[in-house]
């Protein structure tokens, strides 16, 4: 009697034939984030107008203006066309997660390696120096910084800049964190001990041998971790901290501004940004968790085929 042995499939067929419910997550995710990349890449070629333009040759645009075929999604109340503001916005949501990986990633990822690697008492005290900053709200951090930098209302660098290093404190700890536990699984591998013996430097080891083979999760976190990075931008700029209009157009200020439109049956200036929110946030969350499974061989769904006879089965006495 032939047994049923399960087999392991390479990536690509695993993403065509995957479970159900993580194929359609997967798919999803990356739909919807190829989207908001093309957008903000795209932005300037898809905008109709500027993101604080008011007018164009045949006049003002106008307040609260209706959907029309010269303004697809109307105008705010301030005048500005939802359309274009809701492109531009993908734009400045795509600065952010660069910034946010820019000042999160590479200090947790050294601090991570050094802490790992030397042990001792430099560890001990990276530890509790990553514990420490995740007492810090990001939302809350972003404010305060965002009052330092610029009063309460920034510039386009100033505003990214306060979200992004709040961002970066609750950022650092994570990263921090994954690249340490990875050292310490690493430098205890034999590969590293033979390059000890052979005399190559601490340096060097810790750049070429371990560092190489403890970074491999750092996209998956990151991808999940980009939506905190859009949320608490657009947290600031709802609760009116954020980017002024005329510097860059963000979706937490258009929807701050869109409230009172609501409540007087004006749905068009609030609809287009938070759908931009939710469906940026819902793809990039999409697309981290399911690399996340797909990465982790104890969550992949492996698909179980019988073994022929003659095709390298075995057989039950």
């Not at 093309?38 to 300037?44: E, F, I, N, Q, R």
């Not at 972003?142 to 970066?168: D, E, H």
């Amino acid at each position: 009697m032939t047994l049923l042995l399960t087999r392991r499939l390479p990536l690509r067929p695993r993403i065509r034939t995957g479970a159900g419910v993580q194929r359609v997550m997967l798919l999803t995710g990356l739909v919807l984030t190829g989207l908001f990349l093309l957008t903000a890449l795209l932005g300037p070629l898809l905008a109709p107008h500027g993101y604080a333009q008011l007018a164009d040759s045949q006049g003002l645009f106008g307040t609260q203006q209706h959907p029309s075929g010269g303004h697809p999604l109307g105008t705010t109340i301030a005048g500005y066309d939802v359309l274009a503001r809701t492109i531009w916005g993908a734009r400045t949501a795509l600065l952010i997660i660069v910034a946010a990986l820019l000042l999160s990633v590479v200090p947790g990822t050294v601090l991570g390696l050094v802490s790992g690697y030397l042990g001792g008492r430099p560890d001990r005290l990276l530890v509790g120096l990553a514990d420490a900053l995740y007492a810090f709200p990001p939302l809350l951090l972003a404010i305060v910084m965002s009052i330092v930098i610029s009063g309460g209302r920034s510039s386009l660098t100033g505003g990214l800049g306060a979200a992004a290093c709040s961002v970066a404190v609750s950022f650092v700890p994570q990263y921090f964190r994954v690249v340490r536990a990875e050292v310490i699984r690493v430098k205890a591998e034999p590969f590293v001990d033979a390059a000890r013996v052979i005399g190559t430097g601490p340096w060097r080891i810790m750049t070429r041998h371990v560092l190489r083979n403890s970074v491999r999760t750092l996209p998956l976190i990151f991808t999940i971790n980009a939506s905190e990075s859009i949320l608490t931008l657009a947290g600031l700029g709802f609760l009116g901290f954020g980017i002024e209009p005329n510097s860059a157009a963000e979706w937490g200020y258009d929807l701050n501004r869109a409230v009172a439109d609501v409540t007087a049956g004006i749905w068009w200036t609030a609809v287009p940004p938070g759908l931009g929110i939710v469906l940026t946030v819902l793809g990039t969350t999409l697309l981290g968790e399911s690399l996340t499974d797909l990465a982790d061989p104890r969550l992949r769904r492996r698909s179980t085929t019988p073994v022929l006879p003659g095709d390298g089965g075995a057989d039950d006495e």
